[in-house]
């Protein structure tokens, strides 16, 4: 049986990076707001989970500053596992909790290329699970998905849901990891939940998505569709450079936590310095939930060769870096963005407004 537990999420300021050895200033402030956020949390049940949201090690200075994606897999990118998990690590073992985090890492087969990572550590402090993004909001990001690698992606690790949507059973339940975009497309948290998952991390999204309420809309949708908890932290103040002063408010708050039944259980709307959200997970009402409910339990009743029908033509192109580089902004745009749209016109899926 599995205790009620609260689970954390961090809102912390955080620092760009122009090296690795960067990362170090944005770690020693997460390792502080930790002891302040489990603290307080703890005072009411006990806390077993913190998630530290995406870009709190790195920032997002290959996106904003479009970085060439080599020298920022060289000089930028770490190794999960490495130093930088080996200290967060350290700090799930003196709080005795489950850490999910994210960073822009290398692939071992791959040096040239980085990835957006997603890694969850146990209260040994060691890595049980890496989630290679799938979705990125390419026209902004410079990682790689299994996705553009798909062919190898699949000779190496099989066409299977672990592969591509992993989970790990633990003692606080099933987890799994969903990030950012990822959580705008419902095949992901559908894909995680046919894997197993209870409980997802989807961190972080920008302003102006929070702020129009994308965030909360397809947080709270992916719980319910799927009856599973989204832990959901977004970021803080981003400051652009190590030695900024002064952090812009690039995520515009709404950070939450959402129950298996679209909920929400804890929720912190501003971003005024470095904060946290934290709510109660009842891992064992889930799958009470699961078992009795008789109509808002859906994955039971899905008609999977329907489904199948949907997604019988690709859409986006496979293998797109198996053998190059990922460009600059503009080159997406006009190689992929610009010919997305005009396949899904030519398909007869979009009908193209007056004019263009």
Not at 59 to 82: M, S, Y
Not at 158 to 180: C, E, K, N, S, Y
Request: overall charge negative; charged content about 20%.
């Amino acid at each position: 049986m599995v205790e009620p537990y609260n689970a954390v999420g961090l809102i912390p300021s955080f620092w760009g990076i122009r090296e690795r050895a960067d990362i170090a200033k944005n770690l020693e402030h997460i390792e502080s707001l930790t002891h302040a956020a489990f603290w307080l949390s703890n005072l009411d049940i006990p806390v077993r989970l913190i998630a530290i949201p995406e870009g709190a090690l790195q920032g997002f200075n290959d996106e904003v500053l479009d970085v060439d994606h080599a020298d920022f897999a060289r000089t930028c990118a770490i190794d999960i596992p490495g130093p930088e998990t080996d200290r967060l690590g350290a700090l799930a073992r003196k709080w005795g909790v489950f850490i999910m985090a994210q960073a822009k890492a290398r692939h071992e087969d791959w040096p040239g290329l980085f990835f957006n990572v997603g890694f969850i550590l146990d209260p040994d402090g060691a890595v049980i699970l890496k989630h290679y993004k799938l979705s990125a909001l390419l026209p902004c990001e410079r990682s790689v998905s299994p996705h553009d690698i798909f062919d190898w992606w699949i000779e190496k690790y099989g066409r299977t849901l672990q592969a591509f949507w992993p989970v790990v059973d633990t003692a606080i339940g099933r987890l799994g990891i969903m990030m950012a975009m990822e959580g705008s497309y419902p095949e992901n948290a559908r894909g995680l939940a046919m894997n197993g998952a209870e409980i997802v991390y989807r961190a972080s999204l920008p302003a102006p998505f929070t702020e129009n309420d994308f965030f909360e809309i397809t947080n709270r949708a992916r719980a319910l569709e799927n009856n599973m908890y989204v832990v959901a932290p977004n970021i803080g103040g981003y400051h652009l450079y190590p030695d900024s002063h002064t952090p812009i408010d690039a995520g515009g708050g709404q950070s939450m936590i959402v129950d298996y039944r679209g909920g929400l259980v804890g929720k912190q709307r501003d971003t005024n310095g470095s904060t946290f959200v934290t709510g109660p997970i009842h891992i064992e009402a889930l799958r009470h939930h699961r078992q009795h409910a008789q109509v808002t339990n859906w994955m039971k009743d899905i008609r999977a060769e329907l489904a199948q029908i949907i997604y019988e033509q690709p859409i986006y192109p496979k293998n797109r870096y198996a053998d190059k580089i990922p460009g600059r902004h503009s080159d997406y745009k006009r190689e992929v963005i610009d010919k997305q749209v005009a396949l899904m016109q030519a398909r007869g899926i979009w009908k193209a407004p007056f004019g263009g």
